[in-house]
């Protein structure tokens, strides 16, 4: 396909800025995000098990309801029933209502002690999964505006960049498009590597891309989309509310248990029940919500489907269910939550986001290498300052996240046997490591930082097996080993990563100590401990 040189210019020129400007933010987005596909196993396994109780069986649940709203009387505010495995039969809280990120959020887990008596254990909510997903929102940007998060606007702003990036880049990729899809040459130059690696990744997630980064952007600003349509629709609801009663309705009027199911399973055949809450029992307004997975279906929540009911009436609200009384704006949502969180693919979509979200991380960082790769004075000892600052901050700020939030893997069992609030203690990790890798990449050089940051990244990764070895061997010690085949598979998974960085780690080092002289990644032996800088210079 024949486009005007000049044409391909400008496309290019665009690609490439946006692409600067936006990439490392979206690295962390997309990094997080991917680990974000298994927020329940994550939940499940830096979770203490003594602190959770067995499941029960049909029909306990009715009885430890009845116990729990007679006695506790901040579960009648809300309290959870769960009828999933590995998890607490009934819950509430204690601070917080699961709502964000609250680093105090603590709840109550009851169930059947070894002499079937009810018993009770408070637990502070551990937010590892929590932290993956504020990175994977804001990029790791804090402070709010109003209830939104200020870092989750500016990723909207990167979404609508990227969007340009992606199809800026598809446009001027097009003239050669047949002829360099599929090539992978090792064997030419590090920028023909970079690039063909760039091209492979983009196009063949082209689809992906662009979903995520409309629906990043919606999400982002739905508050200002959303004033617009009242614009249009003017006092037509674009969602349905409950509706308003004066009547105050007492707990000891709740149905049973067993006529929510019901009730439920004839709405929504074949689904299964997640876990219901109850919610604002005694009050004029009560509310019930039902996640309901289904093993065929497409689910347009993060993980379940939903459907919003009166506990007392039965009458049901809203659903996200295919078919269901949704409306139509609420079906638009569902779709973008679901086209967002893969959760229509079942378990086969949750590793294929998976893996797309880290080929999208990828995609960025070799963005970015490709750039410093492409301006690189190839007859020249001195490399230009801008080439020299984004390697520092491709290094600092991409490997920073990998190495911190490995070390918040690696860590969180050992941390959980401490008096320290556990998701305080992530924050302070997160942001020291992320922090002193960035500047030991401006004080050391990307090459050096990047070589010991990435195989510190491998031996996190490999403790956090090591962390389950441990708690068989000295139980006494109070650590816990993984049980399920999800925590397994979790812990499994780090083993393909620690295998990673160090290859990376690996060929930095290659590089830095017997590549090309005329690079920002050079490193005479000589001049190992002086800065990048004089690196540069004395190569």
Known sequence: MKIRADIVRTYQTLHTWTGITTGLLLFIGFFAGALVMFTDTIDQWSTPPYKQFSQVSDGQHQELLDHVLANE?????AVTLHYSENHSPITWYEEGNGRGVNVNEQVWHAGFNEHGEINKELSQV??????????????????????HLFGGYILGIASFLYFIALISGLIFLLPTL?????????????????????NLIGVSSLPFHIVIAFTVFVFAFHDFL????????????????????????????????????????????????????????????????????????????????????????????????????????????????????????????????????????????????LWIEKRRRQKQATQSKSNLVL??????????????????????????????????????????????????????????????????????????????????????????????????MLEVMTLPFAWFFYVCASKVTKRAYNGEKNSVWYVSEKTTHATNEELVVNS
């Open 391 to 488: 390697a520092k901050l491709t290094v600092g700020i991409a490997l920073g996240c990998i190495c911190a939030i490995s070390l918040a893997f690696a860590t969180t069992k050992w941390i959980s046997l401490t008096s320290l609030n556990v998701n305080i203690a992530y924050l302070w990790l997160y942001y020291l490591t992320f922090f002193a890798v960035v500047i030991a990449a401006f004080i050391k050089g990307p090459s050096i930082t990047a070589i010991y940051t990435l195989k510190i990244s491998a031996i996190l990764c490999l403790i956090v097996p090591l962390n389950s070895l441990i708690a068989l061997l000295l139980p006494s010690l109070g650590l816990w080993y993984a049980d399920s085949f999800g925590e397994i």
């Open 226 to 369: 959303y004033g617009g349509l009242f614009g249009v629709y003017g006092e037509k609801k674009l969602f349905p509310e409950q509706q308003k009663s004066e009547y105050q309705y007492n707990v000891k009027e709740l149905p049973k248990l067993n006529e929510i199911t019901e009730k439920i399973e004839a709405y929504a055949p074949g689904y299964q029940i997640e876990r219901i809450t109850l919610s604002r029992l005694n009050t004029t307004r009560p509310s019930a919500s039902v996640n309901i997975t289904h093993p065929r279906e497409m689910m347009r929540g993060p993980t379940t489907d939903f459907i919003f009911m009166h506990p007392y009436t039965l009458e049901i609200n809203a659903s996200s269910i295919q078919g269901g009384d949704q409306g139509v704006w609420v079906s638009i949502v569902s779709s973008m939550f679901a086209l967002h969180f893969g959760s229509y693919g079942g378990t086969l979509g949750q590793w294929a986001y998976f893996v797309m979200g880290l080929l999208g991380a990828l995609l960025f960082y070799t963005g970015n290498l």
């Open 73 to 77: 009387e901040k579960a009648i505010n």
């Open 178 to 198: 047949v002829k360099s899809f599929f090539a992978l040459r090792k064997d030419k130059s590090a920028s023909r590597f970079w690039l063909d690696s760039h």
């Open 126 to 147: 551990n937010h590892l999964s929590g932290l993956l997903d504020y990175l994977h929102q804001t990029g790791g940007i804090f402070g709010e505006i109003g209830h």
